[in-house]
């Protein structure tokens, strides 16, 4: 049973290298029971589109270079 | 080259009356120019994000729309102009990034050591702290169209540490992936991802401030 404060680093690294099966389970648990973590997961994912204001035609790159489940 | 532009302005709406091929190709490069002129601002706030320094980012972007002009005949077309020229000012800035790490001008990279506006976000057991606990910020596509939001964002950019920035540009602004920045910067992935982790938790902690407690909020 992982806290928030590992959970925020399983939901940081999802965004930057494929999470282990169990690292998932674990993060997928944790999120279906608090609230406050789905709100720093969804505030995660939009930073993670950051650059995208810039170049607002989809980037090209973004698929390949995140490892989202 | 491409003669075709589909969003081309009055420019070259007017050259259909004088169509010689010459004509035609001053009206593609007079665009090329108004736009160049148009998506400056932004390529200098994104500059900015990434150098954090108002003369570098200057810099850059002024060699960046040089280059743009110059190599103009090799812009083939198959992506939008604008994220052509972002293309070469991600090259450039890149650049700039290296030389600056080369002459030394970086701040040593931190370590694992702690990162005390992390630690209190959180009670010791490893929840929330009661005032750091994240609220919602609305509907993503509505924040993401909102201007005043991104201005907090820039805000939050420049007070984080000079790691954690750098990093954390590389990775969302630049779309490289860890493994890229970890050859860029000589770090071990693993301190990579540390970094990122407390990058993301202040940034999110900055905005929510400075978000929610807007007059918009």
Not at chain 2, 205 to 212: A, N, P, V
Request: proline share 4%.
């Amino acid at each position: 049973m992982i806290m928030c404060r590992r959970a925020t680093e399983l939901m940081s690294q999802r965004l930057d290298r494929p999470l282990r099966w169990s690292e998932r389970i674990s993060l997928r648990f944790h999120l279906s029971m608090c609230g406050a973590c789905c709100q720093c997961n969804r505030q995660f994912e939009l930073l993670h589109r950051a650059g995208d204001r810039f170049t607002s035609a989809p980037s090209a790159e973004e698929p390949s270079s995140s490892n989202q489940e | 080259m491409n003669n075709n532009e589909p969003d081309a302005s009055g420019e070259i709406a007017q050259d259909r009356d004088a169509p010689s091929p010459d004509a035609s190709l001053a009206g593609n490069q007079q665009d090329r120019m108004q736009r160049l002129a148009a998506v400056r601002p932004r390529l200098l706030s994104f500059a900015r994000l990434h150098l954090r320094q108002n003369t570098a980012a200057e810099d850059a972007v002024q060699d960046a729309l040089e280059a743009a002009i110059e190599k103009d005949a090799s812009f083939s077309g198959r992506s939008g102009y604008e994220t052509w020229v972002f293309g070469i000012l991600k090259h450039k800035i890149l650049d700039i990034m290296r030389a600056q790490k080369r002459q030394g001008l970086w701040q040593p990279l931190e370590d694992e050591s702690d990162d005390d506006a992390i630690d209190r976000q959180f009670q010791q057991s490893g929840r929330w702290q009661k005032e750091a606990r994240p609220s919602s910020w609305g509907e993503p596509e509505a924040v993401f169209e909102n201007e005043r939001f991104w201005k907090v964002f820039d805000a939050c950019m420049i007070v984080l540490p000079d790691t954690q920035a750098r990093v954390f540009s590389l990775r969302e602004l630049m779309g490289l992936t860890t493994e890229q920045i970890c050859r860029e910067l000589a770090i071990k992935e693993n301190n990579c991802w540390i970094i990122l982790h407390r990058a993301r938790l202040r940034l999110r902690s900055c905005i929510e401030q400075g978000w929610l407690t807007g007059e918009d909020a």
